[in-house]
C-alpha cells in the first residue's frame, strides 16, 4: 500500500491546494472576446490538467476543475460528467442566476484537499449563465449531479470550498472511512 497521500498526488499533477490564497478570492473575469486567445489558452490547460488527473484516478461522479486550482487567477473551469461519451461542459465567467429550493446532501470531494470527503448540501438544479468565446452569452440548467458538480466549480471561481457549504458542526471524513469510491451519484 502506497504511502502516498491523495492531496500529495494532486500537489505534484499541478493542482493548487486548500491552503493558497488563490482559492479564497473570486476569479478575474475574461472580457470576450477580446480576450479569447487567453480564454482558450485557460482552457487548454485545464483540459490537460484534468487528462492528467484521470490516468491516476476514476471519476465515478464525474470530474471538474477550475483555473484557480492550477494558480490561474481567471474565471473559467470545466466538467466531465460521469456519463460515457457526455460532452465537456466548459464555463467562462459563470454565475448562477437562480437555484432550486429542492435540496438534497451528498458526499463531495475536492481535488485541492483529496485526503477528504464531507458531505454538501446543494440544489438538485441550477441556472447557469455563462459565456462563449464569441462574447455572447447562454443560460444553461443542470440538474441532480451535474448541478453539483457546476456549483462546486463555479464556487471555486467565487473564492468558496465545499467546506464553506457544509453545514454548521459537520466536518469533511477521512478518505478512508469513505464508502461510495467508485459509484455513481444516488438521486
Known amino acids: 500500500m ?3 497521500r491523495p492531496s500529495d498526488t494532486m500537489r ?7 491552503e493558497a490564497s488563490i482559492l ?16 482558450q489558452q485557460v482552457l487548454g490547460e485545464l483540459v490537460a490538467a484534468a487528462a492528467r488527473i484521470a490516468e491516476v484516478h476514476d471519476f465515478a461522479k464525474g470530474m471538474g ?13 470545466i466538467v466531465q460528467p460521469a456519463e460515457e461519451g457526455a460532452d465537456l461542459v466548459v464555463l467562462l ?17 475536492c481535488l485541492s ?8 448540501p ?7 449563465e455563462h459565456s462563449s468565446l464569441d462574447g455572447s452569452t447562454t443560460v444553461t440548467t443542470f440538474h441532480q449531479g451535474l448541478a453539483r458538480l457546476v456549483h462546486h466549480e463555479i464556487d471555486h ?19 478512508a472511512e469513505y464508502r461510495q469510491t467508485g459509484t455513481a451519484w444516488s438521486y
Open 2 to 4: 502506497s504511502d502516498v
Open 12 to 18: 505534484a499533477l499541478g493542482v493548487v491546494q486548500a
Open 24 to 39: 479564497h478570492r473570486p476569479a478575474r473575469r475574461f472580457d470576450l472576446p477580446a480576450e479569447r486567445d487567453v480564454a
Open 65 to 77: 476543475l477550475a483555473a484557480p486550482q492550477l494558480a490561474i487567477d481567471r474565471a473559467a473551469a
Open 93 to 109: 465567467n459563470p454565475r448562477i442566476i437562480s437555484r432550486s429550493d429542492e435540496m438534497d446532501e451528498q458526499f463531495e470531494g
Open 113 to 120: 484537499f483529496f485526503d477528504v470527503r464531507g458531505r454538501v
Open 122 to 128: 446543494r440544489p438538485l438544479t441550477i441556472a447557469v
Open 157 to 175: 471561481l467565487d473564492g468558496h470550498l465545499y467546506k464553506d457549504r457544509m453545514r454548521e458542526g459537520v466536518a469533511p471524513i477521512p478518505l
